[in-house]
């Protein structure tokens, strides 16, 4: 099915960025928020958007007023009436998506796809929701949506491959990268990267090292920026929302660090007020340093060890969970992470499942153990990682681990 027309729900930051994306693909779409200085707001941010390439000399104005027409404001569903796909970028509560696309049956036409721009829900609920659950999808953008060229495609359990081929299509379209993956809290970005920065979370409060040490050992290593760096940009309030849902999903092993609730208790939610795990403008992180002192003194867990790979072994074995549950290939995952967030050793772009074929799934495996002894139930390897090393698939050394390597 080839998409014409599409159509956005939210006009948030997401939402704005979609549609920009969307219109620099040369397609008309629609965009709709619950009142008019919401919608403005997202055509402000659209504008602003277009506007940078010109002032970079990346654009023409003539063609930037060209992208501009190509998006329709509105407060109403009545424009919709002829959309081929509609992505709802809505605040990420399940009810809410839910009945958003409820609304949005009674006037799109029968074949019209919904895809959702979930990082986490549940898209197989979403579509139980409707008359037409083979046509619902999730279709998970990444921020900032405009830069960001992954583009997570999760079919549900009803999804047709029709739907799934046409999003792809689509998504190639707005010149992003799609990765097909099966439907699991967390999707596979989110569930991949919540550990390591609920690892580096714990390491902070536990005395391992502060926020700016970490932060410059993981750039260091090759991600582009740190992890604290990351969550307040990201926003702490979405970080403390997806963990405590994949805690919800998969138990003991992703319990998120007290230091998220401490802070999310105290509406340090990141840069957009101000103040996250750092200091913004006039504020500082003195709070912070405080609720860590709380922590070690109720714990009494204080001073731990910090290395690197005490933040990125638990990513690793996510993704080595990821594989054994057939969540996505081991191409895909790499890409995802390589895509998704900038992932790197060194200089070199790189995913997980390669950086562990590098280490040696041996060496993998034994600090996996090490790390469980000492901190427990979060580090407890993956089933797949223990068969790997037992039949000697070690990575680059022995030729295959879980990727093939050239001899």
């Given at each position: 099915?080839?998409?014409?027309?599409?159509?956005?729900?939210?006009?948030?930051?997401?939402?704005?960025?979609?549609?920009?994306?969307?219109?620099?693909?040369?397609?008309?779409?629609?965009?709709?928020?619950?009142?008019?200085?919401?919608?403005?707001?997202?055509?402000?941010?659209?504008?602003?958007?277009?506007?940078?390439?010109?002032?970079?000399?990346?654009?023409?104005?003539?063609?930037?007023?060209?992208?501009?027409?190509?998006?329709?404001?509105?407060?109403?569903?009545?424009?919709?009436?002829?959309?081929?796909?509609?992505?709802?970028?809505?605040?990420?509560?399940?009810?809410?998506?839910?009945?958003?696309?409820?609304?949005?049956?009674?006037?799109?036409?029968?074949?019209?796809?919904?895809?959702?721009?979930?990082?986490?829900?549940?898209?197989?609920?979403?579509?139980?929701?409707?008359?037409?659950?083979?046509?619902?999808?999730?279709?998970?953008?990444?921020?900032?949506?405009?830069?960001?060229?992954?583009?997570?495609?999760?079919?549900?359990?009803?999804?047709d491959q029709d739907?799934?081929?046409?999003?792809?299509?689509?998504?190639?379209?707005?010149?992003?990268?799609?990765?097909?993956?099966?439907?699991?809290?967390?999707?596979?970005?989110?569930?991949?990267?919540?550990?390591?920065?609920?690892?580096?979370?714990?390491?902070?409060?536990?005395?391992?090292?502060?926020?700016?040490?970490?932060?410059?050992?993981?750039?260091?290593?090759?991600?582009?920026?740190?992890?604290?760096?990351?969550?307040?940009?990201?926003?702490?309030?979405?970080?403390?929302?997806?963990?405590?849902?994949?805690?919800?999903?998969?138990?003991?092993?992703?319990?998120?660090?007290?230091?998220?609730?401490?802070?999310?208790?105290?509406?340090?939610?990141?840069?957009?007020?101000?103040?996250?795990?750092?200091?913004?403008?006039?504020?500082?992180?003195?709070?912070?340093?405080?609720?860590?002192?709380?922590?070690?003194?109720?714990?009494?867990?204080?001073?731990?060890?910090?290395?690197?790979?005490?933040?990125?072994?638990?990513?690793?074995?996510?993704?080595?969970?990821?594989?054994?549950?057939?969540?996505?290939?081991?191409?895909?995952?790499?890409?995802?992470?390589?895509?998704?967030?900038?992932?790197?050793?060194?200089?070199?772009?790189?995913?997980?499942?390669?950086?562990?074929?590098?280490?040696?799934?041996?060496?993998?495996?034994?600090?996996?153990?090490?790390?469980?002894?000492?901190?427990?139930e979060r580090f407890r390897p993956a089933?797949?990682?223990?068969?790997?090393?037992?039949?000697?698939?070690?990575?680059?050394?022995?030729?295959?681990?879980?990727?093939?390597?050239?001899?």
């Amino acid at each position: 099915m080839y998409i014409f027309k599409a159509g956005v729900l939210g006009a948030g930051a997401m939402g704005a960025e979609i549609a920009q994306v969307i219109t620099y693909s040369g397609l008309p779409v629609v965009l709709k928020d619950i009142d008019q200085e919401l919608v403005d707001r997202g055509l402000e941010k659209i504008r602003a958007i277009y506007q940078r390439r010109v002032d970079k000399g990346k654009m023409s104005p003539t063609t930037m007023a060209e992208k501009l027409d190509l998006v329709e404001g509105t407060t109403s569903y009545d424009p919709f009436s002829d959309v081929d796909i509609v992505i709802e970028a809505v605040p990420e509560d399940i009810e809410l998506k839910k009945r958003v696309f409820q609304e949005l049956e009674e006037v799109c036409p029968e074949g019209t796809i919904f895809a959702s721009n979930s990082s986490a829900l549940s898209i197989s609920e979403m579509g139980a929701a409707t008359k037409r659950p083979e046509k619902v999808i999730g279709m998970h953008f990444f921020n900032p949506a405009h830069v960001m060229k992954l583009v997570e495609v999760i079919p549900g359990l009803d999804t047709d491959q029709d739907t799934i081929d046409s999003v792809v299509a689509f998504a190639e379209s707005l010149r992003k990268i799609p990765v097909v993956v099966q439907e699991c809290p967390g999707f596979l970005v989110n569930r991949l990267l919540m550990p390591y920065l609920n690892e580096a979370t714990y390491c902070l409060q536990e005395g391992a090292a502060t926020a700016t040490e970490i932060d410059e050992a993981i750039v260091e290593f090759g991600m582009p920026m740190g992890p604290f760096t990351l969550m307040d940009m990201l926003g702490l309030d979405i970080c403390y929302d997806v963990g405590k849902y994949l805690y919800s999903e998969y138990g003991e092993r992703g319990k998120p660090a007290a230091l998220f609730e401490r802070l999310y208790g105290a509406g340090r939610v990141g840069e957009k007020v101000g103040a996250g795990f750092y200091g913004y403008g006039t504020e500082t992180d003195g709070p912070v340093k405080e609720m860590i002192a709380q922590i070690q003194e109720e714990t009494g867990i204080k001073g731990t060890p910090f290395s690197v790979e005490r933040c990125f072994l638990p990513l690793i074995n996510e993704a080595a969970l990821c594989l054994q549950e057939n969540i996505a290939s081991p191409t895909d995952i790499d890409m995802a992470m390589m895509a998704g967030t900038g992932m790197k050793k060194g200089t070199t772009p790189m995913g997980p499942l390669a950086i562990a074929d590098e280490m040696g799934l041996d060496k993998v495996l034994a600090q996996l153990e090490e790390f469980e002894a000492q901190f427990g139930e979060r580090f407890r390897p993956a089933r797949l990682l223990r068969l790997k090393a037992k039949a000697n698939h070690l990575g680059v050394k022995t030729g295959k681990g879980f990727l093939e390597h050239a001899g």
